[in-house]
């Protein structure tokens, strides 16, 4: 084709060229989709899930769902109300790999702590830095890892903790775990699953194990 006819439309005559040429035109006029995450995405019914009971499972359900979100591009932050903060477990180090932001804010176990003080105080600590990340409305997806754990204590009114669910920013999808959650926190959740212990191979002398616990 000469630049005289390019400037008034004719073209050369091939009908492959021609068609070849107009899907490129159609593909450009596409939108193309964002390179990084630009906000938060419209979500049909937005959910607050609660995994909870005795038996295995209730983090790793959470870490499931966290790397389906992860996949469609959700920006995700999970807060961990028991878990160390020196926690360097295998779900710590593939949030740093993945972008997501996982903060642990406890002192470990509970049930071993010689200072249960301040282990009320990380708790408070670590519930006003999961109030601040819900209503800043810059997650997709916020998890509340052994949230129940310092309801069930006492440590956290079960009134606030809901009424935080409750006026969260619209679009934010919520995951509590841990056992003994509070019929309150059971009645409010949108998805409820209890996890039943059946066998542990902790009873059979086998300890935790990196990669399938931690």
């Known amino acids: 084709m000469t630049i005289e006819q390019a400037g008034t439309g004719h073209t050369s005559g091939d009908p492959m060229r021609e068609r070849a040429d107009a899907r490129h035109e159609e593909e450009d006029e596409v939108e193309q989709p964002q390179a990084r995450w630009e906000g938060l995405f ?49 779900e710590t180090r593939a949030a740093k790999a993945m972008g997501i932001e996982m903060i642990p804010l406890g002192d470990g176990f509970t049930w071993l702590s010689k200072d249960i003080e301040q282990d009320k105080a990380l708790a408070r600590e ?42 969260r920013p619209a679009n934010v ?4 775990t841990g056992r003994k959650a509070d019929p309150a926190l059971i009645e409010f959740a949108g998805l409820v699953t209890e996890m039943t212990e059946i066998k542990h191979p902790y009873k059979s002398g086998i300890k935790a194990q990196p990669g399938i616990d931690f």
């Open 126 to 167: 670590c519930w006003a830095l999961a109030r601040e990340k819900i209503y800043s409305g810059n997650y997709d997806l916020v998890v509340l890892d052994e949230i129940t754990y310092p309801v069930a204590y006492g440590w956290l009114p079960v009134d606030e903790v809901i009424e935080t669910l409750r006026d």
């Open 42 to 90: 419209k979500k049909r019914d937005p959910l607050v899930l609660l995994y909870t009971g005795n038996g295995k499972g209730k983090t790793s359900s959470a870490l499931g769902v966290t790397m389906r979100a992860w996949g469609r591009g959700w920006k995700i932050c999970w807060l961990q109300f028991i878990k160390s903060k020196k926690a360097n477990y295998g």
């Open 173 to 176: 999808h919520l995951i509590l």
